[in-house]
């Protein structure tokens, strides 16, 4: 006899009324809606356990579990990231990365939550490199939970994160990203430093055109002149433009903008050049004091201060100080520094403290060879900023629009005497400048007609005017011996804007103390006196040099409305913070 099952067979059902095959098909089909509604009860019940649980552990003042808890939060010591990601930076970013772990050091650009589990987030390294971040919850809520979304939409703009994450190519580039064609997938985000709730200015405000350079609080009628100023080309409408004063008081916002940032890296670029040039031709650095003992070039324009007893000042040129090299036995000498000026000068032009880019070279024949090695400076210079920073310009003129800077062909320079310059302006420049005279120096309106004539005639933004009227010269301006009513001295203009001065200067001590005292200063006078008698210990040879002013140089090339823009902190009769 078999043995009886453990599981014992269900009574016979009823027979169809029918009875036969078709009784027996619809059977099935009840049995199959039988089970899929068991199974659908069954979910409802599993559901209902689980909002049961949820609303239990709620009216316990608990929450559900955050798996992802140690993911993200504050940066502490004991922050752990994956030993195998590896730190990039975005412009190095490429396909070696894609599918590798990374990790990323930036700023939170901007957020944008979609739904609770998801958030896009911009994150933006140094300059205006940026790239589109993803924070998605999992189903099982590691490694990114939906508190995790929630927390990561709350941090405020320009907080420093650190985040781990996985290199992706998004399904379409990212346009509004530097990076376009990769995001990073987040499993790990922390901040590293917080930024408060209210900026004093946002980077879009800080990456617009400066409103007004003014150093003063502006009224409440300029102000609102200024927050309704244009948007720069290609920029939305609706973001408030601020002011230099603005972008001074919130100086870490001002140099975070992009276009600051570019404006930087060009200057950098600028000093690199020239220094470069220079050394390639056999030229030796040197560095000149900033305190001396007594106004360098006469005038008031000088900075005093109280020194051990005695008054000092700040240099207003290095300019003895190549001239004692040279007369040391140097032949070619440069410096790059600080100079400084006493002058109420509150215009786009003026700073009371700039850098000064100066050469010094001993002359063998002809003075000439002076303007040529300044104008090769020069023009070297402005050929490397083309070709070394033009991604630089790009962005700089998306926000100051320029026209490209026109450079002479190679042997077509543009080299004028201060006469031929001015009879320019009389016959072609416009009315007021119909009388203008040989012997007066130019005003900046003059040169600004001057810079547009020469464009249009001799299509280059840049030239050197020669012989300049001896009343507009300092004492140590060597006279042209054929013509003593100018000078052996050169301006060198860019975009009709003055950025370099030099020429020959005076060798002889004889003749030196007759043209100081034909200036109206005593030679025995502090401070040139001691100037005279570095030509008085030993013979110096022939000599001359020019100095350029870096500011004006970065601000002119780029058309930027005041060398403000191209300092790093600009000093001026109202500023001296930050």
């Not at 200015?201 to 609080?217: G, K």
């Not at 244009?230 to 001074?248: F, K, N, Q, V, Y």
């Not at 036995?329 to 880019?357: D, W």
Request: hydrophobic share 40%.
């Amino acid at each position: 006899m078999a043995e009886e099952s453990s599981n014992p067979a269900p009574p016979p059902a009823d027979p169809p009324a029918d009875g036969g095959e078709e009784g027996a098909a619809v059977s099935k089909k009840a049995a199959k809606k039988a089970e899929a509604k068991a199974k659908k009860e069954a979910e409802k019940a599993r559901r209902a356990a689980e909002r049961e649980a949820a609303a239990g552990a709620a009216g316990q003042g608990g929450q559900a579990e955050d798996l992802a808890k140690d993911n993200y939060g504050k940066e502490t010591h004991e922050t752990v990231l994956s030993p195998e990601a590896a730190d990039i930076n975005l412009k190095s970013i490429g396909e070696e990365h894609v599918g590798k772990v990374v990790v990323l050091r930036a700023w939170i650009q901007n957020v944008r939550m979609q739904g609770a589990k998801m958030a896009f987030v911009e994150l933006r390294e140094e300059g205006s490199w940026d790239i589109q971040g993803v924070v998605a919850a999992s189903p099982e809520g590691t490694p990114v939970s939906r508190q995790m979304v929630k927390w990561v939409g709350s941090i405020h703009p320009e907080s420093f994160v650190v985040v781990e994450a996985t290199v992706q190519k998004p399904l379409d580039p990212v346009k509004s990203c530097r990076v376009a064609n990769y995001e990073l997938h987040i499993f790990k985000f922390f901040v590293h430093a917080a930024a408060p709730g209210m900026l004093g200015m946002t980077l879009a405000a800080a990456n617009r055109p400066v409103a007004n350079f003014s150093d003063e609080e502006p009224s409440v009628e300029k102000a609102v002149e200024d927050l309704n100023i244009a948007a720069a080309p290609g920029e939305t409408a609706g973001i408030p433009a601020a002011s230099m004063l603005t972008h001074l008081n919130n100086i870490v916002m001002h140099k975070r903008a992009p276009v600051q940032q570019a404006i930087a890296d060009v200057r950098a670029e600028v000093k690199d050049l020239f220094r470069s040039y220079l050394k390639s031709h056999g030229f030796k650095e040197f560095e000149p004091p900033c305190l001396i003992g007594a106004a360098s070039e006469g005038g008031a324009d000088v900075f005093t201060l109280p020194y051990f007893g005695k008054e000092a000042c700040l240099a207003q040129s290095p300019q003895f100080y190549k001239q004692i090299e040279i007369a040391g036995g140097r032949k070619r000498v440069f410096s790059i520094g600080p100079v400084f000026r006493a002058e109420q000068s509150n215009t786009p032009r003026h700073m009371t403290e700039f850098t000064g880019l100066d050469i010094e070279m001993e002359i063998k024949k002809d003075y000439k060879e002076v303007i040529f090695m300044l104008e090769g400076v020069l023009l070297h210079i402005f050929r490397g900023i083309k070709e070394r920073c033009a991604d630089e310009i790009e962005l700089i003129r998306s926000v100051y629009p320029s026209e490209d800077f026109l450079l002479p062909e190679p042997g077509k320079e543009v080299r004028l005497t201060f006469a031929e310059a001015q009879k320019l302006l009389r016959e072609e420049g416009p009315e007021e400048y119909r009388n203008v005279s040989d012997d007066e120096d130019m005003s900046t309106p003059q040169e600004k007609a001057l810079g547009a004539l020469i464009r249009k005639k001799f299509h280059t933004d840049f030239y050197v005017i020669d012989k300049f009227p001896e009343g507009a010269r300092p004492f140590y301006a060597k006279l042209d011996p054929s013509n003593p009513k100018v000078t052996n001295a050169i301006d060198a203009f860019i975009r009709g804007q003055e950025v370099l001065s030099g020429g020959q200067r005076i060798n002889d001590p004889e003749e030196l103390k007759a043209r100081i005292r034909q200036k109206g200063i005593d030679p025995a006078s502090p401070g040139i006196k001691e100037y005279v008698h570095v030509f008085e210990q030993a013979g110096v040879p022939s000599h001359g040099g020019g100095g350029i002013g870096l500011d004006r140089v970065v601000a002119w090339l780029l058309n930027l409305p005041s060398v403000h823009l191209a300092a790093y902190y600009p000093r001026t009769p109202r500023r001296l913070l930050p």
